[in-house]
Each structure stands twice: as structure tokens, then as C-alpha cells.
């Protein structure tokens, strides 16, 4: 990590700006390249991300990396965060309020990170970097011009992995919108063919999509 974004690692460590301050057992504040050309955001962190400290260890995150291993790349090669540091209780949806507090610890790493493609997974990241309500079911594999962190940036829209963990069908529509990834990052790498996965959805402690959300119908 660069001695920039370690630094503001550890100031958001204590961050205390919202009520989930007395519920987390630590803040997730992100891992990998802190130079990385291209960034996922996700929702907020769960059972298994508020253990480890980091975000995206659970199911979802073996089918990301699943995802990453299909277009060439690995985990160690993009940088993953959250649009909240702090799990919600019992995993519920981020609360405006919640949002609010948090989006600037997002908006400033964006800025430390500079990435060129910043892929968010899900309405909630959706909605907050493209500034606009409209849903991932809308907008998803399609990529759109926006400035964040002061700099101009591809903001490319995905369903969010446990959608996949939860509706099988969805893993054809995320490993369609990933394949597109390397052409995005001006990579001419060969792809290796996907590997066959196989979806086993959070069972310990985590919460299921409801449809309107996994599905972005709303």
C-alpha cells in the first residue's frame, strides 16, 4: 500500500461518524495494488469481511476472484473496496445516513488510487459513483465517462457477485460484462477460457439478496 493510502488507512481506522462506529468489530477500509488501474466497489462489508478486516473474503469473494482468474487477472492486480467500511448489522442495505458519512473515505481513495476503470458491483455503488438512481439492471455492462476523486475516469457498472450466488443465471450475464473488462484496460492479453464454477451461497451469518435487490429492480 503507498505510504499515502496506509496513512489514511489508519486515520479511518477510528473513524466514529456513524452509528455502525459501535457495531463493526473493525473497519474494512480495502485491499490490494494501491496502484492499480482498475477498482472495484462494492456494497458495505459482512459477517466474514468485519472478521478478516478485509472486503470480499466470503463467497462472493471466490466468485470475484473466479471472475478475475477468467479475463487474465488476479486479485493481487486491481484494488477492492467498499462503498461503507463498516458492516451493517445482520448485513442489512447501507442507510442514506450511512452512505453519507462514508462516501468521502471512498471519494478519497479513489483520488490516492487513481484508477482509469473503476467497476462498481451493485445498485449502492452504482447509484453513488454514477450520481445518477437508475438501477444495475439498467445500466449494467454498459461503461460512462465521470469524474471522481478530481479525475476523469470509465465507471463500468456490474451486478454484484452475490446476485450470481443467489439466481445462477446471473453468472452468465457477469462472466458476459467481465469478459469486456480487458478491453476497457487497453489490455491485448490472450483470455483464458472460463473455468466451471461453482456457486455456494453465504450460509453463516449473511443475508440474502431479496430479488428487488440482486436484481436492481427498483
Known amino acids: ?110 483520488e490516492l488510487i487513481r ?18 438512481p437508475t438501477g444495475i439492471t439498467r445500466v449494467h455492462g454498459v461503461q460512462q465517462q465521470v469524474t471522481l476523486g478530481g479525475n476523469e475516469v470509465t465507471l463500468y457498472p456490474l451486478y454484484h457477485p452475490a446476485a450470481a450466488l443467489y439466481t445462477r443465471s446471473m453468472l452468465a450475464v457477469l462472466e458476459e460484462d467481465f469478459r469486456r473488462i480487458p478491453e476497457l484496460l487497453g489490455l491485448t492479453t490472450v483470455v483464458p477460457e472460463p473455468a466451471e464454477v461453482e456457486l455456494e451461497p453465504e450460509l453463516e451469518e449473511e443475508r440474502p439478496l431479496e430479488p428487488t435487490v440482486q436484481l436492481g429492480l427498483f
Open 115 to 132: 484508477p482509469t476503470l473503476v467497476a462498481t458491483l451493485g445498485n449502492f455503488a452504482t447509484k453513488l459513483l454514477s450520481g445518477k
Open 1 to 110: 500500500m503507498s505510504e499515502l493510502l496506509l496513512e489514511y488507512a489508519e486515520a479511518t481506522s477510528t473513524c466514529t461518524r456513524c452509528p455502525l462506529a459501535a457495531t463493526r468489530t473493525q473497519v474494512v477500509f480495502g485491499s490490494g495494488d494501491p496502484h492499480a488501474e482498475l477498482m472495484f466497489v462494492g456494497e458495505a462489508p459482512g459477517f466474514h469481511e468485519d472478521k478478516n478486516g478485509v472486503p470480499f473474503v466470503g463467497q462472493a469473494g471466490k466468485l470475484l476472484e473466479t471472475l478475475l482468474n477468467g479475463i487474465g487477472l488476479s486479485r493481487a492486480d486491481v484494488y477492492i473496496a467498499n462503498v461503507l467500511k463498516c458492516r451493517p448489522p445482520g448485513n442489512r442495505d447501507p442507510q442514506p445516513e450511512e452512505i453519507e458519512a462514508c462516501e468521502s473515505h471512498l471519494f478519497h481513495q479513489i
